[in-house]
């Protein structure tokens, strides 16, 4: 572990981290576990970045796209753009005096590792899927370590040193369920609660099935939260007192613990965050993930018994509705509420946190390399 005395400077750290929760949750909470770092952020203009960074965290950005689609004029002005962006975040880190930068993935990722590797810097990255991205399959050679979130992404990536720690959560899903904030919604305490989370994405195509089911629940006493995301045209068509749907909801680490059973999309994070809170689920991948890697991350969870699988296409509202009330079996519940709890892992920032110590250079042979350099 690396410590700093009073007349040493504390390292500084680059966290490239932009664009979704999925890529900066986890990156807030690795930035929160290293507090004697000096930590400056990259992100790219008005992405989620700019509101979620917590203030302490000085933000630059850079303007900076993926590769989509077949090669052509965009694909010139899209490297034209990397190669500006590299550039620019090399002088960042030559001006700022960084000793190392820690990305989540994401388009962000390619010019910080790039340039940072250009100048001899360390390069840690995190990547949270199953599937890695195509930015960490391109580049996590490069990287000094890649951290993952699950075991079953090293296969992908043969050629970098990888290390197995899990995906960092918002710290409230660590907190004792006793000083959580209080869930504020008219849920009586001894009902089972699914929860129906669609992800940043959305889940239009999966709210309409759960409105469908919806009745057949609540008439077995089910409660329902229907976390709908605000691009639902059709979020008003059903209602009930035991249905609460709602845009978002703030307090997720409260309303998971409280929940019984939850429907969902198949992100890194929400995984993550399911397990954390040791919730049954069953699963509906995003059909539309870059390469499919939702798919990837379910079948994770459901190998271990943590959740049932089903691709939307597929998917009848008959089926669901039946799979809801087979995992509300108390003998099935138990079973599956234990595989969620054996995949959690509630230290992964501590772990992700102790690693970029550990690669980051050491003020003191720093400090005295300086002073023998001085001297010769």
């Not at 930015?135 to 979130?149: I, K």
Request: charged share 15%; hydrophobic share 45%; with cysteine.
């Amino acid at each position: 572990m690396t410590e700093t005395t009073q007349d040493q400077t504390p390292p500084k750290l680059l966290i490239a981290a932009s664009g979704t929760g999925g890529h900066l949750f986890p990156a807030i909470a690795t930035a929160e576990a290293l507090p004697e770092l000096s930590i400056e952020w990259l992100g790219v203009p008005d992405r989620l970045e700019t509101k979620l960074v917590p203030d302490q965290y000085p933000l630059h950005t850079i303007q900076v796209t993926g590769f989509q689609g077949k090669p052509g004029l965009g694909t010139i002005k899209t490297l034209i753009r990397l190669i500006g962006a590299i550039g620019k975040v090399r002088r960042l880190l030559k001006s700022g005096k960084f000793d190392g930068v820690f990305t989540t993935g994401g388009y962000i990722a390619a010019p910080t590792i790039l340039a940072a590797r250009s100048l001899g810097l360390p390069a840690i990255l995190h990547e949270s899927n199953a599937l890695p991205g195509k930015v960490t399959r391109l580049l996590s050679p490069r990287c000094t370590t890649v951290a993952l979130g699950f075991a079953a992404a090293a296969k992908h990536l043969p050629r970098a040193k990888t290390v197995t720690v899990g995906t960092p959560v918002r710290s409230t899903f660590l907190q004792h369920p006793e000083v959580l904030p209080p869930l504020d919604l008219p849920i009586p305490s001894n009902v089972p609660l699914l929860v129906v989370i669609g992800g940043s994405q959305g889940a239009v195509a999966v709210n309409q099935l759960v409105r469908q089911c919806a009745p057949a629940w609540i008439d077995a006493g089910i409660w329902i939260v229907h976390l709908t995301g605000d691009n639902d045209p059709d979020v008003e068509t059903y209602s009930h007192p035991h249905y609460m749907a709602l845009p978002f909801f703030e307090h997720m680490a409260t309303l998971l613990r409280r929940a019984t059973v939850a429907v969902s999309r198949a992100g890194a994070g929400t995984l993550t965050e399911l397990a954390i809170a040791h919730l049954p689920s069953i699963l509906i991948p995003y059909p539309y993930a870059a390469e499919d890697h939702q798919t990837h991350n379910a079948k994770v969870f459901e190998a271990a018994g943590a959740a049932r699988l089903f691709q939307q296409r597929d998917l009848t509202a008959d089926q669901l509705q039946s799979a809801v009330f087979e995992l509300l079996n108390p003998a099935i519940l138990a079973a599956t509420k234990t595989a969620a709890t054996q995949l959690a892992v509630s230290d992964s920032a501590t772990q992700l946190a102790d690693l970029i110590r550990l690669t980051l250079p050491d003020p003191s042979t720093q400090e005295t390399a300086e002073a023998t350099s001085s001297h010769s």
